[in-house]
């Protein structure tokens, strides 16, 4: 930020920011309170988001927010402080201590039509329980596995620290440019997985069986229609603030 604590404006949203307001106030800068377009509409110099959820609301946004943030309470994958260390972190932060660094977004793309934006995962899963169908993985034009399974996730790094660690994705560290790719409860016990370079994926559903949804972060898209190709691509970056509090990614519990 670069601006000294009595002339800072800092966004708040979350589900629990007493803390974090009560922070701000002690130590003699100014706060924005209220829901994400609110806050957004009064110019932060820079954000706090209280919760994983309000994270990766901000991330699907269409542009992303060009607005640093500091994520409190957000899991793992990306790095966040706890809620007992709040205090510290609003003081370091106001203090300008610490720094940034850019996480990607994905979209997933039909031809040039962006049907959802994410931060962490993108996936087709069967809307129906307990039914399967097929579906083909391709890199850079190249056919990379055809499987049956409930679904399938690509993850960014930050995902795969989330919800794709646990359906078996490698952890992956920021800052180098892939994807994992990984099938959802697979058919064949022998399922392979992928990491491939950002930006060079391709997802179909090569059955038309059973209905299959489009699925970004926690977020329920359109319904996809078999034999539709998929680009998986990075088209934003969101500006994540760090601070000494902040936990590394690889942290499992806050």
Known sequence: MGTPAESSVVGVVGDRTDSVRSAIEAAGGRHRLGDLTTV???????????????????????????????????????????????????????????????????????????????????MLVTAEPARISEYAVRSGGDLVAQF?????????????????????????????????????????????????????????????????ELLADDRRAERVPPHTPLSIARVDSLSIRTVPQSRSSFARSE
């Open 148 to 212: 049956r399974a409930d679904g399938v996730v690509v993850s960014t790094p930050a995902g795969t620290h989330g919800y794709g660690r646990s359906v078996g994705a490698p952890v992956v560290a920021r800052g180098t440019d892939v994807v994992s790719v990984v099938p959802v409860a697979p058919f064949a016990t022998s399922a392979d997985h992928w990491v491939l370079p950002t930006g060079d994926v391709t997802l179909t559903i090569e059955r038309d069986e059973v209905p299959v």
């Open 40 to 122: 957004l509409a009064g110019d932060p110099d820079v954000l706090v988001t209280v919760g994983q959820a309000h994270l990766l609301e901000l991330a699907a946004l269409e542009p992303t927010p060009d607005v640093p943030v500091l994520p409190v309470n957000a899991g793992p994958g990306v790095e966040s402080v706890p809620l007992s260390a709040v205090p510290a972190a609003v003081d370091a932060l106001l203090a300008d201590e610490g720094g940034t660094h850019a996480r990607p977004v994905l979209a997933a793309l039909e031809g040039e039509t962006e049907r959802a934006r994410a931060l962490c995962d993108v």
